[in-house]
């Protein structure tokens, strides 16, 4: 079964910058699209960012021009580069997978990882 592993979240004042990565392990069929995905306490969890196996990305209108999604298509891997971080952007961040060039509510995968806390404080 393939599992996500999502890394590099912490602590960081606002206007600060960090990178998230997220590795599609044991055996990943043929992905297509990965996307980073957010979620409040509470809350549904809402798409961020996605890019497809040819490097076509999407991003939601509140991380354009901040974020930027990028991937190794080698390694399974999904990376989030995050900068001008705000408050606003604290949140449990999560990556999904899929076959498809597209995701929604998810990509495709029903497993998701155990995430990855951002913090945004001063």
């Known amino acids: 079964q393939v599992q996500l592993v999502e890394s590099g979240g912490g602590v960081v004042q606002p206007g600060g910058s960090l990178r998230l990565s997220c590795a599609a392990r044991?055996?990943?069929?043929?992905?297509?699209?990965m996307a980073w995905y957010r979620q409040a306490p509470g809350m549904q969890r809402d798409l961020v960012a996605t890019i497809t196996h040819g490097g076509s990305t999407q991003y939601a209108d509140s991380v354009k021009g901040r974020f930027t999604v990028s991937r190794d298509n080698f390694e399974n891997t999904v990376y989030l580069q995050m900068n001008s971080l705000k408050p606003e952007d604290t949140d449990d961040y999560y990556c999904?997978?899929?076959?498809?060039?597209?995701?929604?509510?998810?990509?495709?995968?029903?497993?998701w990882g155990k995430g990855t806390l951002i913090t945004v404080s001063s």
């Open positions: 044991g055996n990943p069929f043929s992905i297509d699209a």
């Open positions: 999904n997978a899929g076959r498809e060039g597209s995701c929604g509510d998810d990509c495709g995968m029903d497993n």
